[in-house]
């Protein structure tokens, strides 16, 4: 049985972490929330630093950490 399904595709923006982005084929989703969930010291802080930062002084635009 064969379907034709429409992959949707969601505008991304880089989340200035080179690694995050390759995995996220393209960084994360424009104009959306992510929500980031891991247990303790798995690097949910130093990730949304790191893009607070890089939004902040590289692209210029508004965040919310």
Do not use: H, V, W
Not at 14 to 32: A, C, F, H, V
């Amino acid at each position: 049985m064969s379907s034709n399904l429409n992959k949707i595709t969601l505008e991304k923006c880089s989340s200035g972490i080179q690694g995050l982005d390759e995995i996220t084929e393209g960084g994360l989703p424009k104009g959306r929330p992510t929500l980031i969930c891991g247990s303790a010291g798995c690097g949910k802080t130093m990730l949304g630093k790191g893009s607070t930062f890089y939004f902040t002084y590289t692209i210029r635009d508004k965040n919310l950490f």
